[in-house]
């Protein structure tokens, strides 16, 4: 038979567990209740010979967050023999369990790079992504980042697009600004 202290001790420990699944399912819904910015990473892609160049800016958020994947259409990836920025490898989905057939597809059309980068609310990160070819077509990268907080961590996506010159070229999150051209080596401008 189990003392009083104990079935007290159990039931506070289930209300903990109880709370912070409830806080994790949450966590969303909360920022939208009340209205707050969702963070974004803005995203801005540039061409030289031998790189392509993303250039990434954490936005409407005091805290860190993390760039955990980059992918993009394998064909065009690997025609242009783009390899994974410093950080980052080739990582594809597995393809087992319940979405095994989803990952198939999505390895056979995609080619993505799994890593871990640093965001810091509006400081500017410049990815390179080395490449064979010297000249560039069209390109779209997109990405996943987290927070770097542990507890109620958000996870969310950018994209962006590279047009050769004479050609409009967008950001993915804002559509706003046309993509500069940056020649920086620099990991941080």
């Given at each position: 038979?189990?003392s009083?202290?104990m079935?007290w001790?159990?039931?506070?420990v289930?209300?903990?567990?109880?709370l912070?699944?409830?806080?994790?399912?949450v966590?969303p819904?909360?920022?939208?209740l009340?209205?707050?910015p969702?963070?974004?990473?803005?995203?801005?892609?540039?061409?030289?010979?031998?790189k392509?160049?993303?250039?990434?800016t954490?936005?409407?958020?005091?805290?860190?967050f993390?760039?955990?994947?980059?992918?993009?259409?394998?064909?065009?990836?690997?025609?242009?023999?783009?390899?994974p920025?410093?950080?980052?490898?080739?990582?594809?989905?597995?393809?087992?369990?319940?979405?095994a057939?989803?990952?198939?597809k999505?390895?056979?059309e995609?080619?993505?790079?799994a890593?871990?980068l640093l965001?810091?609310?509006?400081e500017?990160?410049?990815?390179i992504?080395?490449?064979?070819?010297t000249?560039?077509?069209?390109?779209?990268?997109?990405?996943?980042?987290?927070s770097?907080?542990?507890?109620?961590?958000?996870?969310?996506?950018?994209?962006?697009?590279?047009?050769?010159?004479?050609e409009?070229?967008?950001?993915?999150?804002?559509?706003?600004?046309p993509?500069?051209?940056a020649?920086?080596?620099?990991?941080?401008?």
């Open positions: 038979m189990r009083p202290k079935k001790a159990i039931i506070i289930l209300i903990i567990v109880a912070f699944i409830v806080l994790r399912v966590n819904v909360l920022m939208v009340t209205k707050s969702m963070p974004k990473v803005e995203a801005q892609l540039s061409a030289s010979p031998g392509i160049v993303c250039e990434l954490l936005r409407q958020t005091e805290k860190n993390y760039v955990i994947s980059f992918s993009g259409d394998r064909t065009s990836m690997e025609r242009i023999g783009l390899q920025p410093v950080g980052f490898s080739v990582a594809p989905f597995e393809e087992s369990g319940p979405s057939e989803l990952s198939k999505l390895n056979a995609e080619l993505r790079f890593g871990r965001l810091k609310p509006g500017p990160v410049q990815v992504f080395p490449a064979t070819a000249e560039f077509p069209a390109l779209e990268i997109s990405g996943m980042y987290e770097a907080q542990t507890f109620m961590k958000m996870t969310s996506g950018f994209h962006a697009k590279y047009k050769p010159a004479g409009q070229a967008t950001t993915g999150n804002d559509g706003k600004a993509l500069p051209s020649e920086s080596e620099a990991r941080r401008p």
